[in-house]
């Protein structure tokens, strides 16, 4: 059944779970890139309303499980809860294996959550491209809170610090020691840690670990806490939902926020309408922007041809 | 429509496929062989975890919108089981989402399968090639009514 960009947007705002499917499909969807920017732009106005809990961490520490039972325990809160998952795909052959569903299955269908798994797509980072938008299609669908998990990420991957309201850094007992804890990158992303499989040897000092770095750095109003869990017994749970809510209250007390996120979503906007533009440039569409053949002659080099260029597009950066 | 014929389709986004085996079947060696296949061809792979109803196949394959379903049983009961999955997919109004099937299916049942829509029904010894320019085709369906351009 095909249907039109504005039924399926009319879909998405009632909730209708097919069309809030068929929407994320669309936008992730080069192919249907009119029609997706088409949905996004008639369901933006509704959206900002999601708390969006950011899942980060390196691969096996847990993060898929911790998912499901968090999701599972918010929505016994009474809140409408959906998550997204997003998993490597290969550099050789783009086909990915989206094992996170697999983790938390049991939960979804029984709680009726609902959870979709995309492939990265060569985006580096920790997220694909197509993230944010289906991170809007939820928000705008009326869920309270999404829960986005980045892929198994290394010490650098945060693009997910621009888009969730609250980032959980997920580790694990025996990741590494003091000297890990103090590194830059995805260690100051956190605004609440975790350690997860507190039932495993040196847990407790990988939690003093963390606690003993973020000692040293001065920290804002909010006190970067630091959760054991057990996710075995669901030991920890509760304060780890405890400290979400705490610090989502937090954030949207903060009046700088809502613009900052824009900046955010306005500059990850631009970079995909650069990239757009810039893969469609053919030559004879170039030579509209600077004059190839004489560029050529002169042996002028690349960078000043493209400084020329994007400063006629973009405008002085200094 | 032939398996590569409209491959431009899938460039950005890869066949996404969800192998599932609905039932009571716990022999699931074949699907991670199959898995990791389809993954080496370039697609996007879900698998359904152990013992999933059917409606949890359904549910999982909606929430994720794939293209292809592809059902195995080794346990003789897919003449019940593939059907209750069909069934369930064509009340909630689902013609963009193929479903394929598999495993040790008599060659008698073949016929009642396909009269669902289930195509393929492969058994053991099938070269992985057949399976993956099945499921291509199939795809191709699925992805051309999602895109509206069938």
Known sequence: MTQTPEEIADGVLAGDIRSISRAITLVEDHNSLITGRK???????????????????????????????????????????????????????????????????????????YMRSLSSRGSSGGLSRSTWDAVRVLDAAGYDRIIVETVGAGQADLDILGMAHTIAVALAPGLGDEIQAIKAGLMEIASIFIINKMDRDGAFMAMKDIEDSLALTPQ??????????????????????????KHL??????????????????????????ELRINALTESSMSGLTDLESDVRKKVDPYTVAEEISKSVLGDIA | MAA????????????????????????????????????DAGMDVLYAGLLPTPEEVVDTAI?????????????????????????????????DIAIVGGGTIPDADKPKLEKLGITGNYGPGTPLKTIIEHIIMRAEEARSRKLGIA
Request: net charge positive; aromatic share 6%.
């Open chain 1, 39 to 113: 949905i996004i732009k008639s369901i933006y106005g509704m959206t900002g309303r999601a708390g969006i809990i950011g899942i980060t961490g390196p691969p096996g520490v847990g993060k898929s499980t911790i998912i499901g039972n968090l999701a599972s325990m918010l929505k016994g809160t009474g809140k409408k809860v959906a998550v997204i998952a997003i998993d490597a795909s290969s550099p050789f052959t783009n086909g990915s294996f989206l094992g996170n569903r697999i983790r938390m299955q049991d939960k979804l269908y029984r709680d009726g959550i």
């Open chain 1, 220 to 245: 804002n109003e909010w006190k970067i806490p630091v959760v054991g869990l057990n996710s075995i017994n669901l030991d920890g749970y509760e304060e780890l939902l405890a400290a979400i809510e």
């Open chain 1, 249 to 274: 209250a937090y954030v949207r007390k903060s009046p700088l926020s809502a613009k900052k996120r824009f900046f955010n979503e306005v500059k990850a906007a631009l970079m995909a309408e650069s």
């Open chain 2, 4 to 39: 590569g014929k409209n491959l431009s389709l899938f460039k950005d986004k890869p066949v996404k496929v969800l192998l599932a085996k609905p039932g009571i079947d716990g022999h699931d060696r074949g699907m991670f062989v199959l898995a990791k296949a389809f993954r």
């Open chain 2, 63 to 95: 929430n994720e919108d794939v293209d292809v379903i592809a059902l195995s049983l080794l346990n003789g009961a897919h003449l019940v089981v593939f059907k209750k999955v069909a069934d369930l997919m064509k009340k909630r109004g689902i013609d």
